[in-house]
């Protein structure tokens, strides 16, 4: 029976954050939902980062279909969950299902991969963290800690079932660990 894998994205998700992961679902062999706040198409952005500039610029990327709405999953159907970031976790930490989708994967013990701003929704749930060690894009190592974890300074980290990376260049790492975890 194949692995059900449930991604969890919505507008301004990071457009490599988002697909890699999918297609490597995909490509495993594993039946993958990508649950948003509504069934639509949501718009991924590319951030980049540009010679002399301190900070990361956004460009728009491709559109992607999320063929379920927060409201609609049932994550005891699902094996794992990834946690893609790009500007979208800071508001999909609003929504009070993205709170319960994540925090059941934490208490059921199920492999999670959270990379870059993934973090932002962690600030939600500070319990599923505190006392734990993650990595996350530097921007968001205070709200890492603010939430009681320890920000690891490392582009990849796992503990427990938490697989966290840093950004979008740690991607095949990232979902090597998850995948692991998935398979055990």
């Known amino acids: ?5 449930l991604i969890i994205a919505g507008d301004a998700v990071e457009a490599l954050e988002v697909y890699y992961p999918y297609y490597r679902c995909l490509e495993q062999g594993y039946d993958v939902t990508i649950a948003a706040p509504s069934v639509k198409k949501i718009q991924t952005v590319i951030h980049d980062f540009i010679d002399g500039m301190d900070t ?3 460009k728009t990327g491709y559109g992607l279909e999320a063929n379920a709405a927060f409201e609609d999953v049932n994550p005891d159907e699902f094996d794992g969950l990834i946690i893609p970031g ?13 709170a319960k989708i994540v925090r059941h994967f934490f208490e059921a013990d199920k492999p999670v991969a959270a990379v870059c701003h993934a973090a932002q929704i962690f600030a939600v749930i500070p319990d599923v963290i505190k006392g734990r060690e993650l990595t996350a894009y530097i921007a968001c190592k205070p709200e890492v800690q603010a939430a009681g974890a320890t920000y690891v300074e490392e582009h990849l980290h796992t503990e427990g079932n938490l697989v966290s990376g840093h950004a979008w260049p740690d991607l095949p790492g990232l979902m090597k660990g998850f995948i692991q975890l998935l398979e055990k």
């Open 1 to 5: 029976m194949s692995k059900k894998v």
């Open 56 to 58: 990361y610029v956004e």
């Open 86 to 98: 790009g500007r979208a976790p800071e508001y999909l930490r609003l929504n009070d299902h993205v």
